[in-house]
């Protein structure tokens, strides 16, 4: 939203006047929201397109998030083969070329026949923004489209998925440091604060790099072990209604586990309460702060099933549950994963070599 915005500003307030000076405010504004929600449009058509065909090779897409150079749609699981992967990421950037060369086609024919110069300027600007975003999407470093492609075609070649999400990370690690020195040594030489933006984005493309890279090696460790190999059977529950006063003088807290799913009257869980929330409850508030108050709601929580292969919630943890994750039976809590429950899974399947389903 916060884009949409700037981007509709940025054309309405300085781009259309300083090109064509002669119209009023009223135009550019209209031309500048126009042109800013086409090209939202076209960022949607080129996830949706991914989405598509990642649905047609039996993927489906968990959500969408629209950022500056495009988004991101999280797929629920894997392609089979490197052709799916490679059809799955490469559809997007040929989308947004193609819509690239219609904008402008249409530009050009617009122009030719005298069109209003506001609406001939849009479409040149939509067209170049989508060929860009073509372009910047096939750079061959994870997590861009070409980053993905990179990977097909390792696999591809290579027959090893995690060798190719290893390079095609390393390289948006590369890229992405590239990013930042660029955008921090042009901001120092010329303090020109958009080179900012390409910093943040470098960093952005590190993290999202270095996470898959690090996923991979752990699904890959985990193998077939399935969510019931790896979960700490009957967590002990708290109530809802209980004060973090009441926890911290009960029988549970002896038990020193670092979490507690909470239950509402000895129903399914309503949500799950972490030792570091009840630190943070000052002491002067425990006896009034309930544990519904702080406790992560269930939206917010990972799920699994017992059945599930483990590698396959990974993706899923959140940041509010502090990477924890609730197991549920038709509706009843059967257990709970936590991160030291993954660790000490790696730990003994690096030790004994086992990652068989048991
Ligand atoms: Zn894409």
Known sequence: MVIFALIAWGLAASRFPAA???YGTTAYVIAGLLTAL???????????????????????VEDITLWLFGGVARLSGEARNPGADLRIAGVGPLVSLLLGAVFLIVAELLSASGYHDLVVAGFGWLGAINILLAVFNAIPAAPLDGGRLLRSIIWWRTG???????????AGEVFGWVLVAVGLITFFARADFGALWFALI???????????????????QLGQLAIRDVMTPNPITASA???????LSSDLIRHRHSTFPVTDNGRGPVGLVTFNQIRHVQPQDRATTRLRDIACPMEQVAQAWPDE????????LSQCAEGRALVLSDGVLVGIISP??????LRWITTTGHNERT
């Open 340 to 345: 030291s429950d993954i660790n000490r899974v």
């Open 202 to 220: 470098g960093w952005f493309v590190i993290g999202a790099a270095t996470a898959e890279s690090q996923q991979a090696t752990v699904r890959n």
């Open 160 to 170: 090893d998925r995690l060798k190719a999400i290893q390079w095609s990370s390393r």
């Open 309 to 316: 292969p483990a590698a396959a919630l990974l993706p899923r």
């Open 241 to 247: 209604s209980m004060t973090v006063a009441d926890l």
């Open 38 to 60: 086409a090209f939202f449009a076209s960022l949607l058509a080129h996830e949706l397109s991914h989405a598509l065909v990642a649905r047609r090779n039996g993927l489906h």
């Open 20 to 22: 064509y000076p002669q």
